[in-house]
């Protein structure tokens, strides 16, 4: 986790992590309201949990890594808590990241009551997972929407609704953001010359959200 421990500033400013329609939609699936109590899992910069916060629920944040500072630290494939204790679970941009994704989904439902929200990137190619690996060796794999909804499902939870955003990554914040320079970051570049945009500056991708109720 020494990787994630110097990254929180990074986190904090990401325009990425930090804002956009897809956080909005992802605040609005999870039904904030005053007293509803919510776990964001996977926090990382925090943004989810402030939004949250700033509509009146009751929030726990949680994280692998203390740096990110957490209210609790643990790995999303181990959560502290007892089952149902909260009325949403929320993961966004995190799950990539996660060794076991289907054991971390598997955890969100048992300690929800009622209501699991997700986002992460949609996979695409293998140049795009090597791009990512190189760029973070923190990153494990993107899913495809096949893959999740087979891990939503197994986890007994049902898909209410669904969305896709488009996200375009400026590659110069992007690779800083990581410490990712030189020769890696010109083969990282190459990798992704498929889905860049012209010009150069970004490339681009896209952010699957799901609404989950559990099942029962």
Do not use: Q
């Not at 925090?46 to 990110?68: I, K, N, Q, Y």
């Not at 181990?78 to 909260?86: E, K, N, T």
């Not at 320079?181 to 896209?206: F, I, N, S, Y």
Request: proline share 3%; aromatic share 6%; with cysteine.
């Amino acid at each position: 986790m020494s990787a994630w421990n110097e990254r929180r500033e990074a986190y904090e400013r990401s325009a990425v992590h930090r804002a956009g329609a897809d956080l909005d939609l992802v605040v609005e699936w999870c039904e904030p309201a005053r007293g509803v109590t919510a776990l964001d899992v996977a926090t990382g910069g925090g943004h989810v949990a402030r939004r949250l916060r700033e509509r009146t629920c009751t929030v726990t944040s949680c994280d692998a890594a203390a740096g990110m500072e957490p209210d609790v630290v643990c790995p999303a494939e181990a959560l502290p808590f007892r089952d149902g204790s909260f009325d949403v679970v929320v993961c966004r941009l995190a799950a990539h990241h996660f060794d076991d994704p289907a054991a971390a989904v598997a955890e969100m439902a048992r300690v929800s009551r009622r209501l699991v929200v997700i986002e992460d990137g949609l996979h695409n190619d293998e140049r795009v997972e090597e791009a990512e690996r190189l760029r973070d060796a923190t990153h494990v794999r993107a899913y495809t929407k096949a893959e999740w909804l087979a891990m939503l499902f197994a986890a007994g939870l049902d898909v209410v609704d669904t969305a896709l955003h488009p996200r375009r990554h400026v590659f110069e914040e992007w690779l800083s953001c990581t410490g990712c320079e030189g020769e890696t970051a010109d083969r990282v570049r190459a990798l992704l010359a498929h889905v860049t945009e012209p010009g150069g500056e970004a490339w681009l991708d896209a952010k699957l959200i799901f609404k989950t109720l559990k099942r029962g």
